[in-house]
């Protein structure tokens, strides 16, 4: 498998324009995430999804942005208007439950990343 | 409060040295606890899972975790340059993980 993809992987745009970062995850995996990552804040949860629903959106900072998922194999966030804040990576992760005997944990899978930078 | 806490560090130790990272928690329903590795540029990678009280090792990494105090441990023997990463823990309950802020290490040949 070729593990979660996502593109662009970096991406410098201008304050005020619309951003679109896209994710396929894994096959399989039902349950799709999308963070941010910055110095000053660590890894910050904006949204997951559940078999293409969204069941927590509460880390989504600001009405500025939007994520969705059409199907099971590809999801988008985007940035509209961005702004030099936004500016950090954004990982987007994917998993299945997975079973540990009597117990089951949520082992997310990671993509590389896309870098955004607002100027 | 954040609901996991870590000391973002760095940490710089020698290699060979026995390295201690530890985060504290707040939420008493987590139900399972993970570290994550994370080398530069890269995303993070599941290094080890536990969902009880007590150690779990796996070669030269243990786990620890101890609900009565809310504190989550990783201790890794014979530390190695290729350790160097930053290290995130977890808590975690359904769908939902919580992430520490992660604590850079770096192991200097």
């Known amino acids: 498998d070729a593990g979660v993809i996502q593109s662009p992987r970096h991406e410098v745009t201008e304050m005020g324009q619309e951003v679109t970062l896209r994710c396929k995850p894994i096959?399989?995996?039902?349950?799709l995430f999308w963070y941010r990552q910055t110095m000053m804040r660590g890894l910050e949860l904006l949204i997951y999804f559940n078999n293409n629903v969204p069941i927590d959106d509460s880390g989504m900072p600001e009405d500025r942005f939007s994520a969705k998922m059409p199907n099971a194999s590809f999801s988008t966030l985007k940035i509209q208007p961005s702004e030099p804040r936004d500016s950090a990576v954004y990982f987007c992760?994917?998993?299945?439950?997975?079973?540990?005997?009597?117990?089951?944990?949520?082992?997310?899978?990671f993509g590389p990343g896309t870098r955004l930078t607002v100027l | 409060q954040k609901e996991v806490e870590q000391d973002p560090g760095p940490l710089s130790v020698p290699e060979g040295a026995i390295v201690s990272l530890n985060c504290t928690y707040s939420?008493?329903?987590?139900?399972?606890f993970m570290w994550y590795r994370q080398y530069s540029r890269k995303g993070p990678e599941l290094l080890m899972y536990?969902?009880?009280?007590g150690n779990k090792e796996d070669g030269r990494f243990t786990a620890q975790v101890d609900k009565s105090s809310k504190y989550i441990s990783l201790f890794i023997r014979d530390s190695q340059p290729s350790d160097s990463a930053t290290y995130l823990c977890t808590g975690g309950k359904s769908f939902k993980t919580i992430f520490g802020a992660g604590t850079r290490l770096f192991v200097k040949a």
């Open positions: 992760a994917s998993s299945r439950r997975t079973s540990g005997g009597s117990h089951s944990y949520n082992e997310q899978f």
């Open positions: 536990t969902y009880s009280s």
């Open positions: 939420n008493s329903a987590f139900q399972y």
């Open positions: 096959s399989g995996h039902n349950s």
